[in-house]
Every structure is written in structure tokens, then in C-alpha cells.
């Protein structure tokens, strides 16, 4: 443990950097006889958001950095400051005549739109809550009209507040989550096999307290996206048939995390991609190439492998001059999945089938 503790001390990841300005603070040793209170707050005038999320993952990160560095004993206390007025009706929400009659009320005194909970605030927080109970995080929950009833303001903590830099916090959109999720499997894969340096710069260890799970996922977030979007199906079992034709090893028991990212690329798909996908018409070049893929891949087995036909691929861009060859892969995410990019089509191709891929070429044929 003091090997890791003293790797820790030193280390450049930002967990550890923030938790050592901490330690800094104090160099006499923790204050008090009580525990550290690392505080982050949230003001409930609104369905959470990645942000708040994001908020209460980065405090996480330093608690738990700060406990390798210095076995201190700590808390976390998530504040919802639902004695906030609200100050503007969030847009798209149900009853909004009835939230516009209650502006500048308190969060707690305004009744909830959707009818389930005591107040809008109370709504809000049980949706954060949810989202951080659903990742398994360690925080006790507190809302300032609980504290404003019982008097426990009156109480002395020690208050630790992690300040995010506005600017050098990095823009969540929404866009941006399936690269997000197939990099934390990339990194949830190399962690057992990573010196320990390598470990505690990993981000899986901050987020995962120094404990990540095991994963091995065969597929990536990206390529189950397009998936779903070529079989244009909400289908678990389809979808699971066509994972199983690429991975004959995986099923939903065996691989339970992948079972869940399936679940999650339907929802996403469903909210975020649905809506962006044109398929276009092949120009006369790209017809052409495509008529030569459709030959090609006419001519192999059915359980032709990924590289097999990832060579075939390449070698007709080639064949018909594309330059640089980047531009024919764009092609057929443009033609064929309706996307601007894609996955590596042999691995594609290996997973939804090669009579399948010979339907999208012939529509897309079609369409020219
Ligand atoms: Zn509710």
C-alpha cells in the first residue's frame, strides 16, 4: 500500500495533483477529529445534466485520491440548494403555465410538474440521485431545506470545495459520449495488465475508487450504433444475433456489461442519431466501386473473417482510384449507413453479414 501511496504522491494525474493541493492545506495533518467534507452543490432548477454529473464525478475522483495519498477518512455530501428560487421555467416541460406562476418561489415550494414527487426540487433531486445511485457512487445526499428544518448548518464541517476551471472544462454535449464510452472500455481493458504507474494514471482507476471492474468488451459502442441503425431494429435478439455472429463466445450471461451497452445504444440511437441519418445516392465513381465490393464479397463464404474483407474492401478503393483512400470508406458510411463515419467496414460486414451488406449496396444502387 505505501508503494502505491508513495507512486501516488508524485503522479502527474489531475486526481492526485488536486488531492496533494489539499494535503498542502493541511501541514499539520487532517484538522479536526472528524472526517474531510468534500462538498459539491447543485441547484435543482432543472433536470440534471450531464454537467452536474460530471461535477459530482470529479469530487469522487479527489476523495479517493486524497484517501491513497493519506488514508484520511472522508465524506462526500452532494448539497441541492433547493431554497434557490427559481428564477426561469426550463423549456419542454409539462404544466408550464402553472411553473410560470410560480417563479421566483422557492425550488422546494414549487409543486412538480410531473405530479410523482412533493416539489420540483424534490423531482430533480431524485433523478440525480438516481443517475449517481445507478453508478455506484459512494455520497450522502443533502437538501438545504432539510438543513434550514433541522439546524444541522449550525453544525462544523470542514469544507472542502473542488472549483472547476470554466475554462478548461471540457464541453459534454451529447455528441460526444460514444467516443467517450468505447475510450472507457479501452482503458477498463489495458488496466489489469498496466504497471502500477500506468494504473493510477489510468482514468477507469479514479473513477472506479481504485477498483475497476473487469470488462472485455468485443464490440465497440460505435459499430452497435451502426448496427442498429442498418437492421433499423428495436429487437434485443436480433440484435444479439447478429453480436453473436462476430463474438460466438458472447451472450447476454457471460457478457452482461455488453448486455446493458446494447440497451444503451438503442436509447441513444433512438434520441441522438435516428434523425441525423441520410443514406445518399453513390456518384458514378462510387457506383462503379460498389458494383466491384458487391461482386467481391458475392464471391466469399458467409463466414468470410473481418480482415479478409476489410483486404477486398481496400483493394477495390484502390482499384478504383480514390484519393486519398479515406475518401471511399466515406462513401460507404455515406451510402450505406446513412452516417458520416463508421467502423472498419470488414468488421461491420463480418458482424451484420455479408447477403446483408449486399441488401445496402443494392439499395443504394437503387438510389443512384
Ligand atoms: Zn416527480
Not at 35 to 49: A, K, Q
Not at 81 to 90: A, E, F, L, N, Q
Not at 125 to 148: P, T
Amino acid at each position: 500500500m505505501s508503494a502505491l501511496r508513495d507512486i501516488a504522491a508524485t503522479h502527474k494525474a489531475w486526481p492526485y495533483e488536486e488531492a496533494s493541493k489539499l494535503v498542502k492545506r493541511y501541514p499539520d495533518g487532517k484538522p479536526g477529529g472528524g472526517p474531510i467534507v468534500f462538498e459539491t452543490g447543485y441547484g435543482p432548477s432543472g433536470l440534471p445534466h450531464l454537467g452536474t454529473f460530471q461535477e459530482v464525478a470529479r469530487t469522487l475522483m479527489v476523495r479517493h485520491a486524497l484517501s491513497e495519498l493519506t488514508g484520511w477518512e472522508s465524506r462526500l455530501i452532494a448539497f441541492s440548494d433547493d431554497m434557490d428560487g427559481m428564477r426561469k421555467v426550463p423549456p419542454n416541460l409539462p404544466h408550464s403555465d402553472m411553473l410560470h406562476a410560480h417563479l421566483d418561489q422557492p425550488l422546494c415550494k414549487v409543486p412538480d410538474p410531473f405530479g410523482c414527487h412533493d416539489s420540483f426540487a424534490d423531482h430533480n433531486n431524485s433523478l440525480l440521485r438516481k443517475f449517481l445511485d445507478d453508478f455506484g457512487f459512494e455520497y450522502e445526499f443533502v437538501a438545504s431545506h432539510e438543513c434550514y428544518q433541522d439546524g444541522r448548518f449550525d453544525e462544523q464541517l470542514v469544507n472542502v470545495h473542488i472549483y472547476r476551471d470554466p475554462k478548461k472544462a471540457k464541453q459534454l454535449s451529447f455528441q460526444i459520449i460514444p467516443k467517450a464510452v468505447d475510450e472507457y472500455y479501452r482503458f477498463l481493458a489495458a488496466y489489469p495488465d498496466q504497471e502500477i504507474k500506468e494504473k493510477l494514471g489510468n482514468p477507469v482507476h479514479h473513477v472506479h475508487a481504485g477498483d475497476p471492474p473487469q470488462a472485455a468488451m468485443p464490440i465497440d459502442f460505435g459499430m452497435l450504433l451502426n448496427l442498429v441503425g442498418v437492421a433499423n431494429t428495436d429487437d434485443k435478439d436480433l440484435l444479439w444475433g447478429f453480436v453473436q455472429r462476430y463474438a460466438p463466445d458472447a451472450s447476454p450471461e457471460t457478457h452482461a456489461d455488453l448486455d446493458t451497452l446494447i440497451d444503451h445504444a438503442l436509447v441513444y440511437f433512438r434520441d441522438f442519431v435516428e434523425e441525423s441519418l441520410f443514406k445518399r445516392a453513390p456518384d458514378a465513381k462510387e457506383t462503379a466501386a460498389l458494383r466491384d465490393l458487391d461482386a467481391a464479397l458475392a464471391a466469399m463464404p458467409e463466414d468470410a473473417d473481418a480482415e479478409t474483407i476489410q483486404n477486398a474492401v481496400f483493394e477495390i478503393g484502390k482499384t478504383h482510384g480514390f484519393e486519398p483512400l479515406r475518401d471511399w470508406f466515406k462513401a460507404l458510411y455515406e451510402t450505406l449507413l446513412g452516417a458520416t463515419h463508421g467502423p472498419r467496414m470488414g468488421s461491420f460486414t463480418a458482424l451484420y453479414g455479408i447477403d446483408n451488406v449486399r441488401k445496402l449496396i443494392a439499395e443504394a444502387l437503387e438510389r443512384e
